[in-house]
């Protein structure tokens, strides 16, 4: 497993932008597909991007599709998700997955941070 320690949530109006970074531990980052997940306030958990491991392959959510877009960067050891036109239904805690497949389903990956929150006001 790797350790992930997520960045850049804050707060912002809507229509505004973020970018979220996920800091990985450990040298076999470059091996494992990485997502992001959120979840809101009396909401479940739900899937946001996933990309894998050698970056070539990404699928997001429709609800954020042209909106969101996921990178990362292997010798950094970073996965990104830059926010952009965000509403207020984006408010939520966003956590960064690692996992063997970029799967739109939480249970495969077994690796999770610690959660950023990022607020969105009208």
């Known amino acids: 497993q790797v350790q992930l320690v997520e960045s850049g949530g804050g707060s912002v109006q809507a229509g505004g932008s973020l970018r979220l970074s996920c800091a990985a531990s450990g040298r076999t980052f470059s091996r494992y597909a990485m997502g992001w997940f959120r979840q809101a306030p009396g909401k479940e958990r739900e899937f946001v991007a996933a990309i894998s491991w050698r970056g070539e392959s990404t699928n997001s959510a429709d609800s954020v599709k042209d909106r969101f877009t996921i990178s990362r960067d292997n010798a950094k050891n970073t996965v990104y998700l830059q926010m952009n036109s965000l509403k207020p239904e984006d408010t939520a805690v966003y956590y960064c997955?690692?996992?063997?497949?970029?799967?739109?389903?939480?249970?495969?990956?077994?690796?999770w941070g610690q959660g950023t929150q990022v607020t969105v006001s009208p």
């Open positions: 997955v690692a996992g063997a497949v970029p799967s739109r389903y939480a249970a495969d990956f077994g690796s």
